[in-house]
């Protein structure tokens, strides 16, 4: 089954079917599709509250899996600037890790411990990135 994840907010999902007779012949496809993906309210709440402070800590668990340089202990506390290359990274097979990457040579591989607060983190660090203002009723958009 697919589950969504913040990367996906603002696409939809088509679903194609096409159907086939016993003897073979296709019929004529057919297609549905989702309204755009939407950050789930709780967690577009969490972010707007976070950006609203003007300032993001995020105290939650969070295991450094890779620290942000070769020659660093192991912390949650990452600093730099937002300007690119700046960019946050998903593991699309585990919705609890993600990479934060400051430059080519500082990044963090990072796992947290539900997918609430990383796509909390993610949202965050989009925003931010992105200079957009994250409104209720208003989903991300691509």
Excluded: C, W
């Excluded at 585990?94 to 963090?108: C, M, P, T, Y």
Aim: overall charge negative; charged content about 30%; aromatic content about 8%.
């Amino acid at each position: 089954m697919y589950e969504a994840n913040v990367d996906d907010v603002g696409y939809r999902l088509v679903a194609i079917y096409t159907p086939v007779r016993e003897d073979g012949v296709e019929g004529q496809s057919i297609s549905v599709s989702t309204e755009p993906i939407a950050v789930e309210p709780d967690v577009l709440k969490e972010v707007k509250q976070n950006l609203d402070l003007g300032s993001v800590k995020f105290e939650e668990r969070i295991k450094v899996v890779k620290p942000a340089t070769k020659t660093s202990f192991p912390t949650t506390e990452i600093r730099g600037s937002y300007a690119p290359p700046f960019h946050v990274e998903l593991f699309r097979n585990d919705q609890h890790r993600l990479k934060i990457v400051v430059d080519s040579e500082n990044e963090a591989d990072l796992m947290v411990h539900s997918r609430h607060i990383r796509d909390v983190i993610v949202l965050v660090f989009e925003d931010l990135l992105n200079d957009l203002i994250v409104l209720p009723s208003i989903p991300f958009s691509r």
